[in-house]
């Protein structure tokens, strides 16, 4: 028996390294996957006044779970609207450049926080899953303004925002037009393009997390319905040097999109950086856009 206590020994030793490491990529996951339901707070910043947004007012309304959701609204003076949907760890003063560029046209724009975001209810963020309740709500506020016809409804989002505006969009027939920049086509090839260094040793324990703490990660694939537009008009934007929303994911919507759709790679381009790297077009293309869904212009 003695003998054979050196040839166990590299086997045993071997194993219990290999559990002991699986067992720091499981606390890492968790630990992410808590940081992706509970965010850093970023607090609400109103803007400097401009012209566009002179007649910004604040505004609140109440989604179907209960929670208030609270943004800035921008009349229409041609009677369409859009909504404007911010991204992870952010709030809604994430996209002034996009409400300037709209507002700008005559859009009527509403910047709204999502659920666990800004001055919004909420206590976790759940990556598109329970948020498309919140733009729901948003679309429900924006077609009962006097100043918009619900005809000429339009949504724009980006990241999370964007990724949660296509599952809304494609269920959601009152949406005439929607954008989306930096968007994912599933949650979990997200979690795994973002933290799957080790494959599914790295992925899973987080995706575990969100799991447990109710998302439905099935649900937020975006990929599966791109069809479902059915004739309005998709524009999807990225970075070429996206490292979150890789060329390759955004590519794979596109792909799975039927027409009319448009894909813009702005060359130079991180994450949310489209209006530092080419701001006129981004403005011009955005104008356009909605311009032949909403005004019928061509």
């Known amino acids: 028996m003695t003998a054979l ?17 699986m067992g720091l990529l499981f606390v890492k996951g968790h630990r992410i996957g808590q940081g992706l339901l ?32 609270r ?17 992870f760890a952010d709030n809604r003063a994430q996209l002034l450049f996009e409400a300037r560029a709209l507002a700008r046209a005559g859009y009527g724009v509403l910047l709204f926080d999502l659920r666990a975001h800004g001055e919004s209810g909420g206590d976790r963020v759940t990556w ?53 920049a930096g968007a994912y086509p599933a949650l979990e090839a997200d979690v795994y393009s973002g933290y799957g260094k080790w494959g599914a040793l790295s992925a899973e324990p987080v995706l575990w997390t969100l799991r447990r703490a109710g998302v439905d ?26 490292p979150d929303a890789p060329a390759k994911l955004q ?17 130079g381009a991180g994450h949310g950086e489209y209006a530092r790297v080419a ?6 293309r955005l104008r356009e856009h909605f311009d032949r869904a909403l005004l019928g212009a061509g």
């Open 38 to 69: 509970h965010p850093p707070h970023v607090p609400v910043t109103r803007p400097s006044a401009t012209p566009e947004l002179d007649a910004m007012r604040d505004v609140a309304f109440t989604n179907t779970d209960g929670l208030t959701l």
């Open 5 to 21: 206590r050196p040839r166990l020994l590299v086997p045993l030793v071997l194993l219990l390294g290999v559990l002991a490491s």
């Open 279 to 284: 701001p006129e077009e981004y403005a011009r």
């Open 128 to 180: 598109g899953d329970r948020e498309r309740r919140d733009v729901t709500a948003a679309l429900d506020f924006v077609a009962a303004r006097p100043d918009v016809d619900p005809a000429r409804l339009g949504l724009f989002g980006f990241s999370m925002g964007g990724t949660t505006a296509l599952l809304v969009a494609e269920h959601d027939a009152r949406v005439k037009a929607v954008a989306a």
């Open 251 to 267: 590519a794979s919507l596109f792909r799975a999109a039927c027409e009319p759709k448009t894909l813009w790679v702005v060359e």
């Open 217 to 242: 990660v099935d649900a937020v694939r975006p990929i599966d319905g791109m069809c479902q537009l059915k004739g309005r008009p998709l524009l999807l934007v990225n970075g070429d040097v996206d």
């Open 71 to 87: 943004g800035w609204y921008v009349p229409s003076n041609n009677r369409a609207a859009v909504v404007l949907v911010h991204g």
